[in-house]
């Protein structure tokens, strides 16, 4: 019989309950392993307590399941305490070998109560499975929005509808071999010159490593805050983010603690000198094949210039400059989001992957 309890995440894994939270890290991996085959989306257990780490924009708490002793289940919930003060992201992990013992649903309404004593009511949540781009060999769920699917019959799925969630938004995940780029580094710069050539009389890009310029910080700041409302939604209850100067140089630290290095690119109207777009990539010092394609956004009043496709092919060039270990990249897009998913295609992104994004709302 599993025991549930509370697993405070230290400041430290020399503290008493680090060796808890790397038993904790080691299942989030086995379970990232399970579902790609493959360990690019593990993290050692230093880096996974520093993203954990409770800060003024990000509280989490920890819950672990025990069989004799040992941490065979996690359930991480993420409680937003400047912003979205309503809803808590619910992420759980179990051994494949602990399947199918109720554990995730006893994790589950773990959580669940966890953020009733916290005052939330939405609980948001993600699932994946791996596939390709072939067709579905089995039933599949579809959102309201009708885009993208989930199969039916993944046990998250089941999981879910039985939990009283409702499938809101599928996301396809991608990834970019860069030895498979056509025509290389020239190919990209060519798409390169050729987005530019469209934007740039009005456009001009700035880019930076790890560290945003203090001129440009407030601006960056409001990208970043409407990136969490911009894009495709679905169904979910998602309120605008609280991001200011601060909070910037709040993410860069943690980051910087967690091994990673960041490279940036914006695109800034010269009229105005406004920053009206930016993207982001990152990867682990503990993983420098491994890049992730985090946010892409241009501004309403600014698209149609194809400054989408400008920011990433220069940030992509950067990547094969700056990261020459770099060997792939992955992004997640809602399929609803057919302009980026277009911008990935034709820099060579494929699909690996879907996600179903969840939500409930209790009582």
Wanted: with cysteine; net charge negative.
């Amino acid at each position: 019989m599993t025991a549930i309890s509370l697993l405070r995440v230290p400041a430290t894994l020399a503290e008493p309950e680090g060796d808890d939270f790397a038993q904790s890290a080691r299942v989030s991996d086995a379970v990232e392993r399970a579902i790609w085959g493959h360990d690019d989306h593990g993290m050692d257990p230093a880096e996974r307590l520093a993203r954990d780490q409770p800060t003024a924009d990000r509280g989490f708490v920890l819950g672990v399941a025990r069989d004799r002793g040992r941490i065979v289940a996690n359930v991480g919930i993420g409680i937003p305490p400047r912003d979205n003060l309503r809803s808590a992201v619910v992420q759980i992990e179990v051994l494949p070998s602990y399947r199918r013992q109720g554990i995730a649903t006893a994790l589950l309404a773990f959580a669940e109560q966890e953020m009733a004593d916290r005052g939330r009511s939405i609980a948001m949540a993600w699932s994946e499975v791996r596939v390709d781009d072939g067709p579905e060999a089995g039933p599949v769920l579809v959102p309201a929005s009708g885009a993208g699917s989930f199969p039916a019959t993944d046990p998250s799925a089941i999981l879910a509808l039985r939990s009283g969630f409702e499938l809101v938004q599928v996301d396809r995940q991608s990834v970019l071999h860069l030895a498979d780029v056509q025509g290389g580094r020239d190919g990209i710069a060519r798409q390169e010159r050729e987005a530019r050539a469209v934007g740039s009389g009005d456009y001009d890009l700035v880019g930076w490593t790890d560290s945003c310029p203090e001129d440009l910080i407030d601006d960056y700041s409001l990208l970043r805050q409407r990136m969490s409302t911009d894009p495709p939604l679905g169904g979910f209850a998602q309120e605008e983010e609280a991001w200011d100067a601060d909070r910037i140089r709040r993410e860069e630290d943690r980051a910087r603690m967690a091994g990673a290095e960041t490279l940036v690119c914006a695109v800034r109207h010269t009229a105005s000198g406004q920053l009206v777009g930016h993207t982001i990539l990152d990867r682990s010092e503990a993983k420098p094949a491994v890049v992730y394609q985090e946010d892409t956004l241009v501004l309403g009043g600014h698209r149609g210039h194809r400054l989408g496709l400008w920011l990433k092919a220069a940030n992509l060039r950067r990547v094969l400059d700056e990261w020459p270990t770099a060997q792939r990249i992955y992004t997640w897009n809602a399929e609803e989001n057919s302009h980026m998913l277009d911008v990935n295609v034709a820099l060579g992104f494929r699909p690996s992957g879907r996600t179903a994004g969840w939500q409930k709302t209790l009582g």
